[in-house]
């Protein structure tokens, strides 16, 4: 009996700690095509900035004022391409990063629409884009613009679904 309790006492601990740090989340939108789909299954790193400094590249989950058809808070899922500091320039379907044209070859169509002239992102906030830059609604938009770093719920970091897909994602 006393094995059957510390069994299940270890289990519960292994269970909270594993959702401490990792949060499973379903893309429900196609923005971030053809990295990532609608319906594909994450695990999301929630420990991954608070001992490292988000990168530009990351695929990130975050907290948005956004709703959704249910009025509920929408998370969304982008990748970051400006840290504070940086200024952001798009124009001809080109992104620069402080100046230096971005190479994106995990865009969908490889080109970015919008135009932004000359935008420093601000101390505490991070420019971040859809792979899929037509539908994406990101930090172009004024819906969004630049986000938060504290809203940034983790760092998306494995697919499991679908299962020919499972791997990191970088």
Do not use: W
């Amino acid at each position: 009996m006393k094995e059957l309790i510390r069994d299940i006492v270890i289990a519960l601990v292994i269970v909270v700690a594993i959702t401490l740090v990792i949060k499973p989340t379903i893309v429900k939108e196609n923005s971030m095509q053809p990295t990532l789909y609608e319906n594909n299954y994450l695990l999301v790193n929630k420990q991954a900035y608070r001992f490292g400094e988000e990168k530009r590249g990351d695929i990130i989950v975050f907290h948005s004022e956004l709703k959704d058809e249910d009025g509920a808070e929408k998370l969304l899922i982008k990748r970051i391409i400006g840290l504070p500091g940086d200024t952001i320039d798009i124009k001809n379907g080109k992104v620069l990063l402080n100046g230096e044209e971005l190479t994106e070859d995990y865009t969908l169509e490889g080109e970015t629409t919008g135009e932004i002239k000359n935008y420093t992102v601000p101390e505490g906030k991070l420019f971040v884009m859809g792979d899929n830059r037509r539908v994406s609604i990101d930090s172009r938009s004024p819906e969004v613009g630049c986000i938060d770093e504290d809203t940034v719920m983790g760092k998306a970091f494995v697919r499991l679904y679908p299962f020919s897909e499972i791997g990191g994602i970088y």
